[in-house]
């Protein structure tokens, strides 16, 4: 897990992300997976320039099964943009920092 994420349980998942009023991206993957971790490393780097307005959290699937249930998460990584805890976008595979840019941008 990359080390500025919000680490995200079944049990805390839904006052992170489903109770936010911040818009929160929210990675799914998995400890065993390389690109989950690149992408991790990524996003860990993309913290800092969204503070205050974007949450960035971090769900292991193996840890988390009902969360990642919940949204029909199938292959990972996969991120999903959450606004006011309804998702709103999604992008499955290790996809470069551009992409999470304007994922991000349509819900600031």
């Keep these: 897990m990359a080390e500025k994420l919000i680490n995200l ?3 805390n998942f839904a006052a992170e992300v489903e109770q936010s009023s911040t818009p929160v991206l929210v990675d799914f993957g ?3 997976c390389a690109p989950c971790k690149a992408l991790g490393v990524t996003l860990d780097g993309m913290v800092d320039q969204y503070a205050g307005r974007v949450k960035f959290c971090y769900v292991d699937i193996q840890q988390a099964p009902a969360a990642a249930g919940k949204f029909a998460i199938r292959s990972v990584p996969t ?8 998702p709103r ?3 499955v ?4 920092r551009a992409k999470l840019t304007e994922m991000i941008s349509r819900e600031l």
């Design 93 to 96: 595979g290790a996809v470069d």
């Design 9 to 11: 349980t079944d049990g």
């Design 30 to 32: 998995a400890t065993w």
């Design 79 to 86: 991120v999903v943009m959450f606004n006011r805890g309804v």
């Design 89 to 91: 976008g999604s992008l």
